[in-house]
């Protein structure tokens, strides 16, 4: 078998609204030996993974899948189920997966959930040679498999404190975003709702506390001067001073670095001399600066604080081991390692008890050795402190919490600063004052552990990250997420982006944009080339200014990797045409359109799905759709349209040449259609039906009519506001229309507006991306000629295709049609440009279905006899708005200079 494509969808995708991981299998030879020609393969595969018989497949009950294997399944979906197994098998909870036909024979599309990345895809390559195996009647080594997926997930996965706050973000319904691939640092939330998190630090955390809690000697300096009880002690740089510092305070005595964590480079109940150079060398290993001071006899707990409230309190204990009488030292330790609890680093309850340095020290200050029989009851310490990351033990003590004491820990917290604070605390019981008691602080801890408190030893866990989440997102019923608009279809969805956006920031909202050309943040273009995947949403979700996000979303995008994001507030869904058929096994438009109706599917509950009712497949879409539907519509007429405002539907529509709402048996009027730029006076269908789709969606945002009518009557078919899209430029006596018709439907749509400028000839520029099947290549070259005079075919992609083939087969097609179409053919688009205004003379058009805009504008520049400039205010009206019964008339060559969405 060989994985041809393996990859992550990171979002609601084709095949389901959950993140799942795709792979397109060939099984080779295995495509001729289902699984019931293989004897035995039932009993061998319950053998390696007995839990498979949990698997209910099809069939919907236990042992499902085993009954199919035994009728006779193909390996791909074999290779489904174990890669669900293995997941499960070290500890992430999975159950959904899918295994597809595809047109091609012995290739399969195997789909299945995950929850972590990494993990989920080092499943499915184990799952195909652990299967490969099987059908080969090869033996397998199922806990070695084991063993290196849990290096992965080990590698990958959230630690304890990070994950509880995520989970409890999570039953919020407030989305997050790893920002990090190897770490802990995270985004909940979107835009500017967002809050970020790095562990158990979080962005409220105060620098100044943050760097307080980091110098031991600062946090006793601040703590003691108010009063609270710490050990006395001083800060040393040698050995020499550190024995002067014992002298003054008498042993014993501990020893820690003046920075540090987790314990690293602590000892305790230091009590003679050269216990001290010992302990000294040791901590100055961590940081040249050492703290010699007082040894606090007591029991060690800590006290974590979150948003100035005490949440838990443990007690805890240095990892240690309990004499039976018979065994050695080394033994106990070893059988104490093999508790299942303990685990390497976070992966469970405890950790295992790691024998270094000190460890050996200690059981020398005991007179012991590794190989001592240690009596029966007798306990031996193994670490100086009592942290779980060095193999502690903690139990849950909050209950027993005096109030003096809690309110000791929450004025630490005021004191040092810091949103969320872990305090240790030596004393004999919190049950009483501090006063009342031996007792001392000698640490205070920024970004603490949860792990001791979610899940102690022995007692009661507790929830601590659900008031992290509370205090970072303090409005319950928010759920920190901005407003998404995810637009698709065939055509228009560019230019439905960038208008909807410009409806928005007119009516004052900061925008993120995403489409194929560039990413906007409020206007400013960050970045150039095609965003219209999931890369670009997660950019504009993580921008902190962003107030609502107008995303365009292609087919491509959601193939390869799902949608950016886990649901939109609003989707769109523009059309259903050919193009892209036969890419990702998207043969046929029915498939294309469910591909499509991903952005539907992903609408929130409450939010609103925007359908074209003109296209049956959108409509249909309408049984994919969560929240509420608006109908966009150019028959007013229509069945559709009729029954869904009778229902007290809302829908856009055309009626008495102008734009307007309708519902149940209200119409208001938003504006007339002469008065849409983009129109070009109704002659630009297409680009009604888009002003139709974005005022749908504004109104869905909470837009007023009012908002709508003024951004649509300023927004313009100009390179400044939407380049490349319906660009009308007059250079040199030329008319010269800019567009990106790259598929049939798209130049049927143009070419309304082509015949409808008058023109002596209509010289256009023309090319197509490779990846298209060559029939579509053919008809679009056909269209091409139907609609021009001269075609000046070029090649600006072969997307896979040898060099001239694409162009050739659309040279074929503009051959195919009868008529007094003069085809060139130019392979440099540029070239081709320059060989069209060669062509061209005064009261001619040129159409440029170009994909180099800003070098054509640049061109065109260089061809004006003065230098740009900006138009005068008063044509600004006659540009947009045209005598009636007229196209738009062209934009002066001089507006090439403006930018942003100043009318041009």
Not at 95 to 124: F, H, M, P, Q, W
Request: net charge negative; proline share 5%; with cysteine.
């Amino acid at each position: 078998m060989k994985i041809l494509e393996h990859r992550a969808l990171r979002g609601p995708n084709y095949y389901s609204r959950y993140p799942t991981i795709f792979m397109r299998l060939d099984i080779g030879e295995l495509e001729q030996r289902p699984s019931d020609t293989v004897p035995g393969i039932v009993e061998r595969l319950s053998e390696l993974l007995p839990s498979l018989q949990e698997h209910r497949c099809s069939l919907g009950r236990p042992g499902g899948f085993l009954e199919r294997l035994a009728r006779g399944t193909w390996a791909g979906h074999v290779v489904e189920h174990v890669a669900i197994e293995l997941q499960n098998l070290i500890g992430f909870s999975v159950g959904y997966g899918k295994t597809i036909d595809s047109y091609e024979a012995g290739v399969y599309n195997v789909v299945y959930r995950y929850r972590d990345e990494a993990s989920g895809l080092a499943a499915g390559v184990e799952a195909v040679e652990l299967v490969r195996r099987l059908f080969h009647g090869l033996e397998t080594d199922v806990p070695a498999i084991i063993a290196r997926l849990k290096a992965v997930r080990d590698a990958h996965m959230l630690g304890p404190s990070t994950a509880a706050i995520i989970a409890a973000a999570e039953r919020r319904g407030i989305p997050f975003l790893r920002l990090s691939d190897d770490s802990s640092f995270l985004q909940l939330g979107h835009g500017h709702r967002q809050r970020r998190i790095q562990a158990t630090v979080t962005c409220q955390t105060d620098l100044i506390g943050y760097s307080i809690a980091d110098d031991k000697q600062w946090t006793k300096q601040l703590l003691g001067d108010a009063g609270i009880p710490v050990p006395r002690g001083e800060v040393c740089s040698c050995a020499d001073d550190a024995l002067e510092v014992a002298r003054r305070l008498a042993y014993p005595l501990a020893v820690k670095p003046l920075i540090g964590n987790h314990g690293r480079g602590v000892s305790t109940n230091v009590e003679d001399d050269q216990a001290l150079r010992d302990a000294f060398d040791i901590a100055a290993r961590r940081h040249p600066s050492v703290i010699v001071e007082q040894y606090i006899k007591g029991e060690d707990h800590r006290l974590l604080v979150i948003d100035g409230q005490l949440m838990a309190a443990a007690r805890r204990h240095p990892a240690h081991v309990i004499g039976d009488g018979l065994a050695t030292l080394e033994a106990l330790i070893a059988r104490e390692n093999a508790d299942p609890r303990r685990g390497v680093g976070h992966e469970n309850l405890l950790t295992q008890i790691n024998m270094d340095e000190q460890s050996q020290r200690m059981i020398g200050q005991q007179c012991l050795t590794l190989e001592s029989v240690i009596a029966k009851d007798e306990i031996v310490y193994l670490k100086p402190t009592a942290n779980l990351s060095t193999g502690g033990t903690a139990t849950d003590v909050t209950d027993d919490v005096h109030p003096e004491v809690r309110y000791t820990a929450e004025r630490i917290a005021r004191l040092i600063g810091l949103d969320i604070i872990g305090i240790d605390l030596l004393a004999e019981t919190l049950s009483r004052p501090l006063e009342a008691q031996s007792a001392a602080v000698v640490e205070v801890n920024a970004g603490p552990g949860f792990r001791m408190h979610l899940s102690p030893t022995h007692g009661q866990g507790r929830d601590v990250g659900q008031p992290v989440i509370d205090m970072l997102f303090p409005d319950s019923d928010s759920d920190a997420r901005i407003p998404i608009v995810a637009i698709t279809g065939t055509n228009g969805k560019t230019t439905t982006v960038r208008l909807l956006s410009h409806l928005l920031r007119q009516a004052g909202r900061k925008v993120g944009m995403a489409c194929t050309g560039t990413i906007e943040i409020d206007s400013h273009i960050i970045m150039r080339g095609d965003y219209s995947g999931p890369q670009a949403a997660s950019i504009v979700l993580r921008e902190p200014t962003v107030e609502c996000a107008v995303l365009e979303v292609a087919r491509g995008g959601i193939m390869r990797r799902g949608l950016g994001f886990d649901a939109c507030d609003v989707g769109v869904l523009l059309n259903i045409a050919s193009d892209h058929l036969g890419e990702h096994d998207l043969q046929t438009l029915d498939e294309l359109a469910r591909c499509k109706t991903v952005v539907i599917d992903a609408v929130r509950p409450g939010g609103t799905a925007v359908l074209n009712a003109d296209d049956p497949r959108v409509l249909a879409a309408q049984e994919w759709a969560r929240g509420d539907s608006i109908l966009f519509t150019l028959n007013p007429d229509s069945r559709a349209i009729r029954q869904h405002v009778h229902e007290q539907g809302v829908a856009f529509t055309v009626h008495h040449d102008g734009l307007v709402m309708r519902q149940g048996r209200v119409e208001a009027e938003i504006i007339p259609v002469a008065e849409v730029p983009i129109t070009f006076e109704g002659h630009a269908r297409f680009n009604v039906a888009n002003a139709l789709a974005a005022s749908a969606a504004a109104y869905a945002l909470g837009l007023s009519l009012a908002d709508i009518r003024l951004g649509l009557n300023t927004f313009h078919p100009t390179p400044g506001q939407n380049p490349g899209r319906t660009n009308l430029i007059e250079v040199d006596g030329l008319k010269v229309l800019i567009d990106y018709g790259h598929n049939v439907p798209a130049l049927d749509a143009l070419a309304e507006l082509v015949s409808a400028l008058p023109a002596e000839r209509r010289i256009g520029v023309a090319s197509a991306p490779g990846n298209r099947r060559d029939e579509d290549l053919v008809a679009l070259g056909e269209r091409l000629a139907g609609m021009l005079d001269v075609i000046v075919i070029c090649e600006t992609d072969p997307r896979g295709r040898p060099h001239g083939e694409a162009a050739g087969l659309l040279r074929d097609g503009a051959a195919s049609r009868s008529g007094a179409c003069r085809t060139e053919y130019i392979m440099d688009e540029q070239q081709a440009v320059d060989r069209a205004f060669a062509e061209a003379s005064d009261g001619d058009l040129l159409v440029l279905l170009i994909d180099d805009v800003t070098g054509t504008l640049e061109r065109l520049k260089e061809r004006l006899k003065e230098p740009p400039k900006e138009p005068p205010k008063e044509s600004i009206k006659a540009r947009g708005t045209a005598p009636s019964g007229s196209p738009a008339e062209p934009q002066d060559a001089s507006d090439l200079a403006s930018r942003g969405d100043r009318p041009c």
